[in-house]
């Protein structure tokens, strides 16, 4: 019983401390490589991804870019200059989830320090996913790998973590292009 409770105790220190680094009053800005495998095709980007709150972020790649607020997403495409419109699906879990904190339905194990670094596995049972954060002592996040099926992942490394200093996310506001609304 005893265990238990250091172990959980243990895990909501690391949850807090990710947590209250991701979730700046100012906001956050990471600069991230994202490697992606599905199946036998991968692929490789650079980006940056600005956190406002748990509601409102957004990721720039050099392509595209795809703004969520409230609820709404938005993905400006660049190249055809085009903004197509949805919504986020009750229920599902994304990496922002993650990113923010949003931590319902997730099942941690124990945090394991390995020199200056935390590890921390997870599974989302409903959704058949499993991976692992791993941050710096302070929460700062450092790589999160979402696993979604056989020889299907996604590797988000963080290059850069900077508090407040958001730019994109306040300027997003694509000008003549073609809207796409695919909500109900």
Do not use: H
């Not at 409770?5 to 807090?16: D, F, H, R």
């Not at 394991?112 to 954060?133: E, P, W």
């Not at 700062?140 to 490394?157: H, M, N, R, S």
């Amino acid at each position: 019983m005893m265990l238990s409770a250091c172990v959980l105790a243990q895990t909501k220190n690391w949850e807090n401390r990710f947590i209250d680094a991701m979730n700046y009053k100012d906001g956050v800005s990471i600069n991230v490589k994202i490697d992606q495998m599905q199946f036998d095709l991968k692929s490789s980007d650079l980006g940056l991804i600005e956190i406002m709150d748990k509601d409102n972020y957004l990721l720039d790649f050099s392509n595209e870019t795809v703004f969520v607020s409230e609820g709404i997403i938005k993905t400006f495409n660049k190249v055809n200059n085009q903004l197509i419109i949805d919504q986020l699906i009750e229920g599902d879990i994304t990496i922002f989830d993650l990113l923010t904190g949003n931590f319902k339905d997730v099942l941690f194990e124990n945090p394991d320090k390995r020199g200056n670094s935390i590890f921390v596995n997870f599974n989302i049972k409903m959704m058949g996913y499993s991976g692992f954060i791993k941050t710096k002592e302070n929460g700062e996040p450092l790589e999160l790998k979402v696993k979604y099926g056989p020889d299907q992942f996604l590797l988000l490394t963080v290059t850069n973590y900077i508090k407040g200093n958001l730019k994109l996310i306040n300027e997003f506001n694509p000008l003549n292009a073609e809207i796409i609304d695919l909500r109900e």
